[in-house]
């Protein structure tokens, strides 16, 4: 099983840039997808960018598409969100999950979650 962990969080002003890590540990992380999510008081978690195992697919929410960017290195068994252009709408916890196989069908493939990084951002 993937255990994942989330580091970079912080506060920002609007307008500038982080970079989330996420390190997974445990069975060969690198045949995994993965995926970031974000969760906001009151809303709903929301799936933010997601790489395939080979990082050769990507996928982002209209939201931050544009801004955010995924990558991975296998050979560090990380995965990373460049976040550039921030907006205090971006203030979430944000989430590192490891889907079950080399991508996703559906946000329930997703199940080994970190425990989250706060990202919040000032206007």
């Keep these: 099983q993937v ?4 580091s970079g969080g912080g506060l920002v002003q609007a307008g500038g840039s982080l970079r989330l890590s996420c390190a997974a540990s445990g069975s060969t992380s690198t045949n995994y997808g993965m995926g ?9 978690r929301e ?11 990507r996928y982002y929410a209209s939201t931050v598409k544009g801004r955010f960017t995924i990558s991975r290195d296998n050979a560090k068994n990380t995965v990373y969100l460049q976040m550039n252009s921030l907006k205090p ?10 889907s079950r196989g080399n991508w996703y069908s559906r946000l329930s493939d997703f199940g080994s979650w970190g425990p989250g990084t706060q990202v919040t951002v000032s206007s």
């Design 3 to 6: 255990q994942p962990v989330e």
């Design 36 to 44: 970031w999510f974000r969760r906001s008081p009151g809303a709903e």
């Design 47 to 57: 799936l933010v960018a997601a790489i395939s195992a080979s990082g050769s697919t």
């Design 89 to 98: 709408e971006d203030t979430a916890v944000y989430y590192c999950a490891a």
